[in-house]
């Protein structure tokens, strides 16, 4: 196995055409359009930092900032931004250009966990990343901090679940817009 490989070795720029047929009724582009193709371009770069096939394991914050429009070209940016023993979390930029106004929005930026797997299929260790510059550090650090607060979340869900009482329960649906019937 390659000991360590830089981001710019993995990484890939996927551009599509926004076609009628990717269209909800409302006219706009559907999210799952979007995410498969954030799916394609985060196992296209995992799999070229790591030489394996490659599972998603995690997708984290997917938020549609901005509508898509049909005729528009989309593209995603994706660069490995960490790698654990056998994990690799890909950061993708979405962008998206109206050819004609020459309008550009960013529409969104995810980080999708990938594994890769060895010819037994299971996790096998993946090339270090070579950190070159500040960006390479600055991302590799916050991926660090954002195990840490996924953790750190999971953690304080599972303790606040272990401890609800009714009443408790009571109080913080007092104002939100549902009706309990038991
Ligand atoms: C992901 C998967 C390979 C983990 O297998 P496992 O035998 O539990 O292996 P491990 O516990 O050693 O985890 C392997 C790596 O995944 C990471 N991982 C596991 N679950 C994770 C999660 N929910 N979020 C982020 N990383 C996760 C671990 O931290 C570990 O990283 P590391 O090797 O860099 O330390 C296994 O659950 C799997 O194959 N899942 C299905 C993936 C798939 O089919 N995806 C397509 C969508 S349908």
Redesign the pocket.
Known sequence: MIEARNASFSRVTITELMIPSYANFGGKIHGGILLSLMDKVAYATASKHSGAYC????VDTVDFLQPVEVGELVSLKASVNY??????IIGIKVISENVKTGEVKHTNTCYF?M?A?GDD???T??PKLILENKTDVRRFVEAIYR?GF?KEYESNLYEIKKSWDKQEIKSLLANERCIIEF
């Open positions: 599972v998603t394991v995690s790698v654990g023993n056998s994990s690799m966990t594994v797997k299929d299971k996790p260790t993946v195990k996924k």
